[in-house]
T-cell receptor
Framework: DAGVIQSPRHEVTEMGQEVTLRCKPI?????LFWYRQTMMRGLELLIY????????DSGMPEDRFSAKMPNASFSTLKIQPSEPRDSAVYFC?????????????FGPGTRLTVL | KQEVTQIPAALSVPEGENLVLNCSFT??????LQWFRQDPGKGLTSLLL?????REQTSGRLNASLDKSSGRSTLYIAASQPGDSATYLC???????????FGQGTTLQVKP
């Protein structure tokens, strides 16, 4: 398997523009997670899905952020409108389950810069 | 509320040294504890996962221990190499959910 795939790897946009980040999880994994990493706050979970259904979105910072998972092989994280403080690295991760032995597999991340 | 702390934030050692990275957590009712490695500009790679019923896990030159009663885990790296240079993060799930709480990480530099 190719692992978790994220696109784009880098995104530079101007304040106010819409940004869409994409993720393809590992085939057969039932759980998908979106994280944000910044120097100040470290790694934070934004939202996670189980079988394409959002389970916990309490980490989504504002209504400007939304995430969807239309099928088992694709998820998007959208920011509209974007702001400079949204600049961060956004990671997608997937996991086969939530047993005590299941780990999460991370994608390479999307580095977002909002000017 | 579970809080995860890693000390030190950065560590520099000469090649060949054995070293220990520390992770502490506030709530001992944990499900498991994981150690991840992050290389610059890359995603996270899982190194070791210790279930709550276990005391330690080993993989090659890495050994992770877990002491729930004291709220601590250590990652021991034997005979460090320049290729071990990276940021090491520990993480715990919130109850038995998928929500991982991460420490801030320890950035390790191993000098040749």
């Amino acid at each position: 398997d190719a692992g978790v795939i994220q696109s784009p790897r880098h995104e530079v946009t101007e304040m106010g523009q819409e940004v869409t980040l994409r993720c393809k999880p590992i085939s057969g994994h039932d759980y998908l997670f979106w994280y944000r990493q910044t120097m100040m706050r470290g790694l934070e979970l934004l939202i996670y899905f189980n079988n394409n259904v959002p389970i916990d979105d309490s980490g989504m910072p504002e209504d400007r952020f939304s995430a969807k998972m239309p099928n088992a092989s694709f998820s998007t994280l959208k920011i509209q409108p974007s702001e400079p403080r949204d600049s961060a690295v956004y990671f997608c991760a997937s996991s086969p389950g939530q047993t005590s032995t299941d780990t999460q597999y991370f994608g390479p991340g999307t580095r977002l810069t909002v000017l | 509320k579970q809080e995860v702390t890693q000390i030190p934030a950065a560590l520099s050692v000469p090649e060949g040294e054995n070293l220990v990275l520390n992770c502490s957590f506030t709530d001992s009712a944990i499900y498991n504890l994981q150690w991840f490695r992050q290389d610059p500009g890359k995603g996270l790679t899982s190194l070791l996962l210790i279930q709550s019923s276990q005391r330690e896990q080993t993989s090659g030159r890495l050994n992770a221990s877990l002491d729930k009663s004291s709220g601590r885990s250590t990652l021991y790296i034997a005979a460090s190499q320049p290729g071990d240079s990276a940021t090491y993060l520990c993480a715990l799930p919130l109850s038995n959910t998928g929500k991982l709480i991460f420490g801030q990480g320890t950035t390790l530099q191993v000098k040749p």
